[in-house]
């Protein structure tokens, strides 16, 4: 049974950084996409980042281009998102992610993370 696990949020003022990890168990992710969402109080859920789990590839939403990094380790099979710069505008509920490469939509996610930003 696939869990994913994420931990790291916070409260943490404007311009502080924040790693958020995924840790990931259950089977083997090498074939999968990994991704970060995030869900603001009365907002949709929206895409943050992936990371193709074997190749390394990675995806950025353009609200945190240059801020934010996913990144895995594969001996922890661990997924990273760190975060830099954080803006009031970050402040939701992030969760992680897994899906098949061969899927568009993700099958897998955990039980989120409170990140809260203050100005």
């Known amino acids: 049974q696939v869990q994913l696990v994420e931990s790291g949020g916070g409260l943490v003022q404007a311009g502080d950084s924040l790693r958020l990890s995924c840790a990931a168990s259950g089977r083997t992710f090498m074939s999968y996409r990994m991704g970060w969402f995030r869900q603001a109080p009365g907002k949709e859920r929206e895409f943050v980042a992936a990371i193709n789990w074997s190749l390394g590839t990675t995806n950025y939403a353009d609200s945190v281009k240059g801020r934010f990094t996913i990144s895995r380790d594969n001996a922890k099979n661990t997924v990273y998102l760190q975060m830099n710069s954080l803006k009031p505008e970050d402040t939701a509920v992030y969760y992680c992610?897994?899906?098949?490469?061969?899927?568009?939509?993700?099958?897998?996610w955990g039980q989120g993370t409170q990140v809260t930003v203050s100005s």
């Open positions: 992610a897994a899906r098949s490469t061969v899927v568009t939509r993700y099958d897998y």
